[in-house]
């Protein structure tokens, strides 16, 4: 199975090659040139089975080959393997109808862990297999970051690269990138925002001979291989409730779309979603875009759930190729009308197919505030300030279908988000036991200029002295 961009006018390539590539050489983003579809009998055969046996089946079709089936089989057996919950990614219930599906039961305590930590083993094996070596580069609000270095970490193939906007992630957060002492890994605070390191990151992809020279590779989700691999859990959590014979609703809280789209890749190989809702914090550009059709960038503001910081949603594109009937040409357009005007207008038609499947909430930090504190008063249950931007969104779609059970992804652990937890239930989550020394580990880190030409430098310098050190 071939991949092609987006952007239409970058080569198509294999699964393996789309995956070291990370963003097509035109700016665009890989997706599968056709979706392949599982049959209901195979999907309600999911029904008791392992998250690794689910993985094979829905990656399978996806890797389509290019990556041997046994090869594939053991690395998705290892990935999953470093989990704490027996069940991989286990669903709680909240309410009637209302359900919690926890993604951070892995290494770094959010949902970035089920993607990467198959990632860097898919990654390493393809460039072992080649002999060739990469520079990694990734953006990051928080967690894309941590996740990284720890599946990265200590590889020898790879040197790793993750700009986070200084003074604007977590301490917990800040800490797992900082404190891994592993020569491969560098954690850049750079004085900008994530979007500014996202931008930073795509302008080094579009700088060709800087790419070629170091051999780029990307682990944010616009690396296709990073969607495929969250595409999972929504089956895993649509056939514990009774899918394919019951229609299942998503509400995920949103930043990037990386996740949302992987329900949308779900439901295009035939899992039966009723509808898609995007839960945004008071950063909410999606939420304004579907009620509007003009999608535009107003500064990032601050909030309690800083993963969730961004006004850039990469994804989006995806979800537009789609949605104009994969014309390239329309989304090269729109995209050249954000990188001029910081704007651009979906046109109705397409509009309208989004608006089918898609529903948008924006929840403010009030809310945010007052849903950690209802549900941990009435329930129990702690919830991080992200996941609680995705039950708010979620009780909306309760009120309009109550019959429709709806599963909230639970991006992040609780105590990754000790002080905004803390603040709204007067409960201080404590780390995990693999985690009860973070803040008293050294720090490393090198603070940079919100400048490519700094970034490029400071990247070419270490990862040559990394190099040299190694021959
Ligand atoms: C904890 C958490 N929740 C939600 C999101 C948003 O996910 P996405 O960027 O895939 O929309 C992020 C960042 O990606 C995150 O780190
Ligand atoms: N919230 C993310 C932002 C990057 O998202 P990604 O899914 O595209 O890697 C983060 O925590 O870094």
Redesign the pocket.
């Known amino acids: 199975m071939l991949h092609v961009s987006t952007r239409g006018e970058a080569p198509a390539l294999g699964f393996s090659d789309a995956l070291l590539a990370g963003l097509a050489r035109d700016g665009g983003l890989y997706v599968p040139q056709t979706w392949p579809t599982l049959q209901p009998a195979a999907i309600q055969a999911f029904s008791g089975k392992s998250y690794s046996d689910v993985a094979k089946a829905v990656l399978g079709p996806l890797v389509d080959g290019d990556i041997p089936a046994a090869d594939l089989g053991r690395m998705i057996d290892e990935a999953y393997a470093t989990f704490r919950h027996a069940a991989t990614c286990p669903l709680a219930q909240l309410g009637d109808n209302l359900f919690v599906l926890e993604l951070f039961h892995g290494p770094t305590l ?1 949902f ?1 862990d089920v993607a990467m930590q198959l990632l860097g083993r898919l990654m390493d094996h393809v460039l072992k297999a080649r002999g060739a070596r990469a520079t990694i580069v ?8 941590s996740a990284a270095v720890e599946a990265f970490k200590g590889l020898e193939q790879v040197d790793v690269f993750i700009l986070y906007p200084h003074g604007r992630v977590s301490d917990v957060q800040r800490r797992q990138m900082t404190t891994v002492a592993s020569p491969n890994v560098h954690a850049l605070a750079v004085e900008g925002t ?1 979007d500014d390191c ?1 931008s930073m990151v795509k302008g080094m992809f579009n700088h060709a001979r800087f790419r070629d020279e170091l051999q780029l590779s990307g ?4 690396n296709w291989a ?1 969607v495929a691999a969250q595409a999972v859990y929504y089956f895993t959590a649509a056939v514990s409730l009774g899918s394919p014979h019951r229609p299942v609703s998503f509400s995920v809280p949103t ?2 779309f ?2 949302i789209l992987a329900g949308w890749v779900a439901k295009r190989m035939g899992l039966p979603i009723e509808r898609l809702m995007i839960g945004t914090n008071a950063n909410d550009i999606l939420a304004r875009t579907l009620s509007s059709g003009s999608y535009e960038i107003k500064g990032v503001r601050p909030t309690a759930s800083p ?2 910081d ?1 006004q850039i949603s ?2 989006f594109e995806r979800l537009l190729f789609e949605a104009y009937g994969r014309d390239a040409g329309a989304i090269r357009r729109l995209m050249a009308n954000l990188a001029q005007s910081k704007a651009f207008l979906v046109d109705a038609e397409p509009l309208a197919r989004i608006r089918r499947e898609f529903s948008a909430e924006a929840v403010d930090e009030t809310n945010v505030a007052a849903e950690m504190a209802e549900t941990f008063r009435s329930t129990g249950y702690v919830l991080d300030p992200h996941t609680a931007v995705g039950t708010r969104a979620a009780r909306a779609l309760l009120r309009e279908r109550p019959e429709v059970p709806v599963v909230a992804l639970s991006t992040a652990h609780p105590a990754k988000f000790p002080d905004a937890v803390e603040r709204a239930t007067g409960i201080r989550p404590a780390l995990p036991p693999h985690m009860a020394d973070l803040m008293e580990r050294q720090e490393s880190f090198t603070v940079l200029p919100n400048d490519q030409s700094a970034v490029e430098r400071f990247i070419r310098d270490r990862g040559r002295a990394v190099r040299g050190a190694a021959a």
Do not use: E, L, Y
Not at 138 to 145: C, E, R, Y
């Open positions: 959010a970035k990734g953006a990051t609000s928080g967690d894309t970051g994530f996202q682990v944010n989700s616009i990073r930043g990037n990386g996740d993963s969730m961004i990469s994804n």
